[in-house]
């Protein structure tokens, strides 16, 4: 049993703190495999910043362009490994679903609709706006390719993004890599522009709060671990 | 306060037990759980904890899921409604329990120095 919670039980107030404390750590173990990223955080901010960089340093040359295109793909993956191989290491606890998050996710899908109808129209009145690019597929698979890209983001978001720093950052992620592959390298202007200094702001937030989710779950360790030491 | 002895003394004993008492909640401040996890929030062995388990699923009040992580065997644990709902009027009982404490205490002694 327990260190904290008598054998012999008599139900007390030291007892209903001692059961508050188990069910607080509980809550902090579990905000790991949702809400809070730790490293995952900083790896998708040094991301943005990487991008950005890139962005406005020069034209991007073919493998650049490939490279920024997959980078939402290489954050979901390292910070999902980090979560399950890493924060989630001791098992696997997850909270209940938010009742409002369905109902973002469905506006939200609603929003890239409206983009995927804005590419078929774009695609019609100028098709050499999905052209060249690292991907050069002819207009009609560029379009394909960026349409798809768009479909799926619902499902990422829903799936991997599920903190608000992920949601923003996952969004400037996924409809860069959506034109970048779509063979649109001039899109730069409008990610490194106004864009790109939302998403730096957010990505130096996402930094610092990553740090500091990675410190705490470090203390939280720690605790967990001393539950199990002799008194 | 009579209501107040009465809740008391007839708490619900699979909840009252202090390891399923420990189980229940912090189950039900998640979704899901993996045993080793609870394994290691509870301090319980293996064995201890697998037994208090099988009376909480016996009694409706968890859930045990089993399946294998690629050849590694998994067991995860949901508290149901039923159990949310026990565990719940549970702490509602034991909250009324300690708030009237010495009442409580005096009522018993004095029902203890009228027995025969």
Same mark, same amino acid.
């Given at each position: 049993m327990n260190q904290t919670v008598s054998a012999q039980y008599n139900p007390s107030n030291e007892d209903i703190a001692a059961l508050q404390r188990l069910q607080n750590l509980t809550h902090e173990y579990a905000l790991? *495999?949702?809400?809070?990223v730790g490293l995952g955080h900083v790896i998708g901010g040094a991301l943005v910043f990487i991008i950005l960089f890139l962005l406005r340093a020069h034209f991007l040359r073919a493998w650049e362009g490939i490279f920024l295109g997959a980078t939402p793909y290489i954050w979901i993956v390292a910070k999902e490994q980090l979560r399950f191989h890493y924060y989630? *290491? *001791?098992?696997?606890?997850?909270? +209940? !679903?938010?009742?409002?998050?369905?109902?973002?996710?469905?506006?939200?899908? !609603?929003?890239?609709?409206?983009?995927?109808?804005?590419?078929?129209? !774009?695609?019609?009145?100028? +098709?050499r706006f999905f052209q060249g690019g690292p991907i050069a597929l002819g207009p009609v698979r560029n379009a394909t390719l960026c349409i798809v890209i768009l479909l799926a983001m619902p499902f990422l978001i829903w799936r991997y993004l599920r903190s608000p720093y992920e949601f923003v950052t996952g969004v400037y992620l996924l409809s860069l890599s959506a034109?970048?592959? *779509?063979?649109?390298?001039?899109i730069g202007e409008v990610f490194g522009g106004g864009l790109g200094i939302v998403a730096g702001a957010v990505a130096l937030v996402m930094i610092l709060a990553?740090?500091?989710?990675?410190?705490?779950?470090?203390?939280?360790?720690?605790?967990?671990? !001393?539950?199990?030491e002799p008194a | 306060?009579?209501? @107040?002895?009465? @809740?008391?003394?007839?708490?619900?004993? =699979?909840?009252?037990?202090?390891?399923?008492?420990?189980? /229940?909640?912090? /189950?039900?401040?998640?979704?899901k759980m993996e045993f080793r996890f609870l394994e290691k929030i509870s301090g319980l062995t293996k064995g201890n904890l697998s037994g208090h388990i099988s009376k909480l699923e016996q009694a409706g009040y968890v859930e045990v899921d089993k399946f294998f992580r690629g050849k590694v065997p998994v067991t995860s644990l949901k508290i149901t409604p039923i159990g949310r709902n026990a565990l719940e009027k549970y702490r509602k009982e034991l909250n009324?329990? /300690?708030?009237?404490?010495?009442? =409580? /205490? @005096?009522a018993i002694r004095k029902r203890v120095r009228s027995l025969p």
């Open positions: 790991f *495999s949702r809400d809070a989630q *290491s *001791s098992g696997q606890v997850t909270l +209940p !679903a938010r009742r409002w998050h369905n109902l973002i996710l469905g506006i939200l899908a !609603a929003f890239f609709a409206l983009g995927i109808v804005a590419i078929i129209v !774009a695609l019609k009145l100028s +098709p034109f970048l592959l *779509s063979g649109n390298l001039q990553g740090y500091a989710e990675h410190m705490k779950f470090i203390r939280l360790r720690r605790e967990i671990r !001393a539950l199990k | 306060m009579k209501a @107040s002895i009465a @809740s008391y003394i007839n708490v619900d004993r =699979i909840v009252h037990e202090p390891a399923r008492l420990v189980i /229940l909640t912090v /189950l039900a401040e998640t979704d009324g329990a /300690l708030t009237h404490r010495p009442t =409580i /205490l @005096s």
